[in-house]
């Protein structure tokens, strides 16, 4: 089992920056993936980003290329999604996944954090 804990949402203003973080603890050593996916109200959850637990590559959606970053502390186990210049759009829970190699879709979540972005 994998436990993930987010942390560092709030409120942030359109422009700004926010950085959230998820601390992995448990059978760490399984993860191949790990990422950060969101969900508005009244809306399907979506994408954001993910990261290769092994290579370090990482991978975007389309609507936050280039504004979010994700990283890793691999002495920390922890992966952090910095979020630059966001925008109302972007409010949202945002929650921090994590599967295995053998596994076909993200089998651990957070609890989520949520994030509201003022214009």
């Known amino acids: 089992q994998v436990q993930l804990v987010e942390s560092g949402g709030g409120l942030v203003q359109a422009g700004g920056s926010l950085r959230l973080s998820c601390a992995a603890s448990?059978?760490?050593?399984?993860?191949?993936?790990m990422g950060w996916f969101r969900q508005a109200p009244g809306k399907e959850r979506e994408y954001v980003s993910s990261m290769n637990w092994s290579t370090g590559i990482t991978y975007y959606g389309t609507s936050v290329k280039g504004r979010f970053t994700i990283s890793k502390d691999f002495a920390k186990n922890t992966v952090d999604l910095q979020m630059n210049i966001p925008k109302p759009e972007d409010t949202a829970v945002y929650y921090c996944?994590?599967?295995?190699?053998?596994?076909?879709?993200?089998?651990?979540w957070g609890q989520g954090t949520q994030v509201t972005v003022s214009s």
């Open positions: 448990g059978r760490t050593s399984s993860i191949s993936h």
């Open positions: 996944a994590a599967r295995g190699a053998a596994d076909g879709t993200y089998t651990y």
